[in-house]
């Protein structure tokens, strides 16, 4: 059981790059969620996905973000044209059931753009 | 906005002493838990309480929630220099969506001196 499964660890872009970072969810867990974190700060919902719909995106960003869970895959979260305010630390979640409530987190992504 | 809120925002203890963390929410919610997160890490799920519960214990933490108080605490009992993390407290709670949705508080950095 690999757990759930972030990559890249580090992630260097250019401003006006995209960025795009994966997760695979632990074996069996149908929902992922995306948190941001900036340096010394807590985690910032940012999505909450099943597979092949978005259920809750109210904590992403509209213009630039985007985030899709495919049938097949890992999930995906795409920062278009990044700037330098989207370096974070970028962590999945994933758990088996609504309502079971525990999140089994990846590593996290972390972003630094120059 | 973050629905939970860490008291103090850092603390720093001796080894053997007894750490405790409070944490405030606002809304109803269905469960609380309580997640650590070392530096550079992803969390790491430490306990959960629901919310017809008020206080749990496994291994050297005990956790209260005070529910019309919207509170609760971590107490880690004799305390290592192994625990010295950033601890964070998360509320389960069905949105007016429908779904569950769980939100991060601010959280407590945590130095224990050998």
């Known amino acids: 059981n690999a757990g759930v499964m972030q990559n890249p660890r580090h992630l260097v872009r250019r401003r006006g790059q995209e960025a795009r970072l994966r997760c695979s969810p632990m074996?069996?867990?149908?929902?992922v969620y995306w948190y941001r974190q900036l340096p010394e700060e807590g985690l910032k919902f940012m999505v909450y996905l099943q597979k092949e719909n978005i259920i809750d995106e109210s904590g992403m960003p509209k213009e630039r973000f985007s985030a899709e869970f495919p049938k097949e895959g890992p999930s995906i979260l795409r920062i278009q044209q990044v700037v330098r305010g989207d370096s974070a630390a970028y962590f999945c979640?994933?758990?088996?059931?609504?309502?079971?409530?525990?999140?089994?987190f990846g590593a996290g992504s972390r972003l630094t753009v120059l | 906005s973050q629905q939970g809120e860490e008291d103090p925002q850092a603390l720093s203890i001796q080894e053997g002493e007894n750490a405790t963390m409070n944490c405030s929410y606002k809304?109803?919610?269905?469960?609380l838990q309580w997640y650590r997160q070392n530096s550079g890490r992803g969390l790491v799920h430490l306990i959960l309480?629901?919310?017809?519960?008020r206080e749990k214990h496994s291994g050297r933490l005990r956790v209260t929630l005070d529910t019309s108080k919207k509170s609760s605490s971590l107490l880690i009992t004799a305390s290592r220099a192994a625990d010295t993390a950033s601890y964070f407290c998360a509320t389960d709670a069905v949105n007016s969506g429908g779904y569950q949705k769980v939100t991060f508080g601010t959280g407590t950095k945590l130095q224990v001196i050998p």
């Open positions: 309480i629901r919310s017809n519960e």
């Open positions: 074996k069996g867990h149908s929902h």
């Open positions: 979640a994933s758990s088996p059931l609504q309502g079971v409530g525990v999140l089994t």
């Open positions: 809304t109803s919610i269905n469960n």
